[in-house]
């Protein structure tokens, strides 16, 4: 049961992208939106060459949580650095051991740590990802923040 709302999860969502820009909810619009949406959501599934199968789907929530509030603290944090020239800084990049394998979750942590202001994803392969920080004080704690936070939480969402 589930596996089939999979299928229709990206034409829900390209539905209501549809609607939203137009603005309109008239028929002429539901029935053009959801012929575009099935289409291209069937064929873009066609492009794909590995499937995600995530799993444990309720910490999501939790996860996507998690991410908002360190958004908004790291935009402090960085609003900080910019307001106070005179306070030195030191950028730095760390190099943080992976044990996430699958590249769903992989993908996901890399946009995740990218969304964060202060930090930029610059590189991944099968044992490491490289990070750049904007303020690199203490490199260690990067590391336990990034692996407890986030690539704990994506394991058991993705493997």
Same mark, same amino acid.
């Given at each position: 049961m589930? $596996? $089939?709302?999979? &299928?229709?999860?990206? =034409?829900?969502?390209?539905?209501?992208? @549809?609607?939203?820009l137009?603005?309109?909810?008239s028929?002429?619009q539901l029935?053009? %939106?959801a012929?575009?949406?099935?289409?291209?959501?069937?064929?873009?599934?066609?492009?794909r060459?590995l499937r995600? $199968? =995530?799993? &444990?789907l @309720?910490?999501v =929530?939790?996860?996507?949580?998690?991410?908002? +509030?360190?958004i +908004? $603290?790291?935009n402090?944090?960085? %609003?900080?650095?910019?307001?106070?020239?005179?306070?030195?800084?030191?950028?730095?990049y +760390? /190099?943080? =051991?992976?044990?996430?394998?699958?590249?769903?979750?992989?993908a996901?942590? %890399?946009?995740?740590?990218?969304? !964060?202001?202060?930090? +930029?994803?610059?590189?991944?392969?099968?044992? #490491?990802?490289?990070? /750049?920080?904007?303020?690199?004080?203490? #490199?260690?704690? @990067?590391?336990?923040?990034? &692996?407890?936070?986030?690539?704990? !939480?994506?394991?058991?969402?993705?493997?």
């Open positions: 589930m $596996r $089939r709302c999979y &299928k229709f999860l990206l =034409p829900a969502a390209l539905l209501c992208l @549809w609607l939203l137009n603005q309109s909810a028929p002429g029935l053009i %939106g012929a575009l949406a099935l289409w291209l959501g069937f064929a873009s599934s066609r492009l060459p995600s $199968r =995530p799993h &444990k @309720w910490l =929530p939790g996860l996507i949580w998690r991410v908002l +509030v360190d +908004v $603290r790291s402090i944090a960085v %609003g900080r650095l910019i307001l106070q020239p005179r306070r030195p800084f030191s950028p730095g +760390v /190099h943080i =051991p992976l044990e996430l394998r699958d590249p769903h979750g992989r996901l942590l %890399g946009c995740i740590l990218t969304y !964060t202001p202060g930090t +930029v994803w610059v590189d991944v392969s099968d044992a #490491e990802l490289i990070l /750049h920080v904007l303020d690199l004080e203490n #490199e260690q704690a @990067w590391i336990d923040l990034i &692996k407890q936070r986030y690539e704990r !939480t994506l394991m058991e969402i993705f493997e």
